[in-house]
């Protein structure tokens, strides 16, 4: 039926049959896509039933008005029209992805996005399951397992690792924690109505079969494979509800964190060792990072967006990348030069991989440490393809007092031009006057 | 004269201020032509009447909710779209545009 009537216009047929079954059809719903389609039903909700719906742990649903029959549905006494504020409603710190979802199921994410996707937002921040991409980027550029021990944090504490703040603390990233994950997200997902698919319960088979065929060669390493495949299933189910809804998740891009033993690995690759953050003891902290100027920069963070796209599919291509380069720690140099270099180097290493790529990064390091980031280097950071915001507003000034001026001088011009004429045309008059007499 | 030179200078400004900020609305058309790329053609209403599904089994509603779903043409603000959705009525029955 929907897809019968999803045409853009509604047409008499649609009415004619919405005429004959006023029960089964009692409204419509249209927005511009299916985030303002999302966001109208959300709307009905919260202002027509008087329900409400929030996060887990921030309210939950509350839908003790909600209608007991559908004809009891409230009718709206007139047509109301709701434009968007902004192309774009983000949503998630970067830091959520350790508060607030390192421990959620999918029911969870699942009741989470449908929030969001009733509240309008359309850019969520998709950090889930991103540690497989690391581990086998890690791993392809020969870095061991105890190398990686040492570098990933435990599951709580992962973005402040990924920002290059800690490493190893509350870790290692152990098999448990993964176990765990796809223990829960396993029987959910398997008989949950809405996530029933064919093509799920296929992988699923899949993947058992995979578990008992390689159960004599070696256990553990079939286990972490096995397990490996749900976790990177819960962000591949995140990734393409996103997708379903219209959504345009951000995912995460490389910002110059690497493992200790990639010092050993490439012995002439400028990786330097970050100042101890927030007197973390000394074997938690000193992150390594590499610099942005090294041409191992941007290989490896084009190796780390493509190897995300073979994991995650299509659905991880949203042309929009996170990578925050200096959370909490400051660059090596102030000199415009090289802080210009280094963002460069970075948006250069997300294009490597998506020609459209679009480069979204958090404002908190400007804000936390504003001795440094005086305007002369954030412009140095961000100018070479952003505007800042400084320059967005002269530039509306400019386009106001220019735009002004040149109005004005017109009409002081067409002013001047039919006084011109005037005094001409009365001179001639006047002149002409006596020769009638 | 003098008076000439400041009027083409005053008009150049202008022309100057008007690229630029016609430069300025095409490169946020731009990013938004590159991040709805994926979403072009794309069919939302069976995903949006899921999502009603699922949000009426947590309501512990006791019947089926299938309103119609339509796609409308984004609003244009200032030569910019914007997303947009409506709720109205229609022979006294609930429309959500």
């Given at each position: 039926m929907e897809k019968l009537f999803s045409g853009r216009k509604p047409s008499l047929l649609l009415l004619l049959v919405f005429l004959l079954f006023p029960?089964?059809?009692?409204?419509?719903?249209?927005?511009?896509?299916?985030?303002?389609?999302?966001?109208?039903?959300?709307?009905y909700l919260r202002y027509y039933t008087f329900c409400d719906f929030h996060w887990e742990n921030g309210g939950g649903n509350s839908f003790d008005s909600f209608p007991r029959h559908l004809s009891l549905m409230p009718?709206?006494?007139?047509?109301?029209?709701?434009?968007?504020?902004?192309?774009?409603?983000?949503?998630?710190?970067?830091?959520?992805?350790?508060?607030?979802?390192?421990w959620k199921t999918w029911k969870q994410w699942e009741e989470d996005i449908d929030w969001m996707v009733m509240s309008g937002i359309n850019l969520p921040l998709a950090f889930t399951g991103q540690e497989i991409v690391w581990k086998k980027l890690w791993e392809?550029?020969?870095?061991?397992?105890?190398?990686?021990?040492?570098?990933?944090?435990?599951?709580?504490?992962?973005?402040?690792?990924?920002?290059?703040?800690?490493?190893?603390?509350?870790?290692?990233?152990?098999?448990?924690?993964?176990?765990?994950?796809?223990?829960?997200?396993?029987?959910?997902?398997?008989?949950?109505?809405?996530?029933?698919?064919?093509?799920?319960?296929?992988?699923?088979?899949?993947?058992?079969?995979?578990?008992?065929?390689?159960?004599?060669?070696?256990?553990?390493?079939?286990?972490?494979?096995?397990?490996?495949?749900?976790?990177?299933e819960l962000q591949s189910s995140i990734l393409s509800r996103y997708s379903e809804l219209g959504m345009i998740p951000v995912l995460p891009a490389f910002n110059g964190v690497v493992p200790e033993e990639m010092q050993t690995l490439f012995p002439s690759a400028n990786i330097t060792r970050l100042p101890a953050w927030n007197e973390f003891p000394q074997e938690y902290t000193n992150d390594y990072m590499l610099s942005s100027t090294d041409p191992l920069f941007i290989d490896i963070g084009k190796a780390f967006l493509e190897l995300q796209f073979s994991i995650f599919g299509e659905n991880a291509k949203s042309h929009i990348y996170n990578a925050d380069t200096f959370?909490?720690?400051?660059?090596?140099?102030?000199?415009p030069s090289y802080l210009a270099s280094s963002s460069t180097a970075v948006y250069n290493s997300m294009i490597a991989a998506d020609s459209d790529a679009i480069?979204?990064?958090?404002?908190?390091?400007?804000?936390?440490?504003?001795?440094?980031?005086?305007?002369?280097?954030?412009?140095?950071?961000?100018?070479?393809?952003?505007?800042?915001?400084?320059?967005?507003?002269?530039?509306?000034?400019?386009?106001?007092?220019?735009?002004?001026?040149?109005?004005?001088?017109?009409?002081?011009?067409?002013?001047?031009?039919?006084?011109v004429f005037s005094l001409g045309l009365s001179f001639l008059v006047f002149s002409l006057l006596p020769s009638f007499h | 004269m003098n008076q000439l030179f400041v009027l083409f200078v005053l008009l150049f400004l202008g022309l100057t201020a008007s690229a630029s900020s016609e430069n300025h609305v095409s490169s946020i058309a731009n990013i938004h032509k590159k991040l709805s790329s994926n979403h072009e053609g794309k069919e939302f209403t069976s995903a949006v009447q899921s999502l009603i599904d699922r949000v009426l089994v947590r309501a512990n509603a006791t019947f089926q909710f299938h309103p119609i779903l339509e796609i409308i043409d984004m609003a244009e603000v200032d030569g910019q779209l914007y997303d947009v959705f409506e709720i109205d009525s229609l022979n006294g029955k609930i429309v959500f545009r």
């Open positions: 029960v089964s059809i009692l409204s419509f719903l249209s927005g511009s896509n299916g985030v303002a389609l999302s966001t109208a039903f959300g709307h009718v709206p006494a007139s047509k109301e029209r709701i434009t968007f504020l902004s192309h774009y409603r983000y949503y998630q710190n970067t830091c959520t992805a350790s508060y607030s979802y390192a392809s550029y020969g870095v061991s397992e105890e190398g990686l021990q040492q570098y990933f944090t435990g599951p709580a504490f992962l973005t402040w690792q990924r920002m290059a703040n800690i490493r190893a603390f509350a870790g290692p990233l152990s098999e448990n924690w993964i176990l765990t994950q796809g223990m829960v997200v396993f029987p959910v997902r398997f008989f949950s109505d809405s996530s029933f698919s064919f093509l799920y319960h296929l992988r699923c088979l899949h993947l058992i079969s995979f578990f008992f065929c390689h159960f004599s060669s070696s256990l553990l390493c079939c286990f972490c494979r096995f397990i490996s495949s749900y976790l990177a959370n909490e720690n400051l660059p090596e140099t102030s000199d480069w979204v990064m958090q404002g908190w390091m400007f804000v936390y440490q504003p001795y440094f980031w005086t305007d002369d280097a954030i412009a140095a950071y961000l100018g070479l393809f952003l505007c800042c915001i400084h320059c967005y507003f002269c530039s509306l000034m400019i386009v106001f007092f220019a735009r002004a001026l040149t109005l004005t001088l017109t009409v002081a011009l067409l002013f001047l031009s039919y006084l | -």
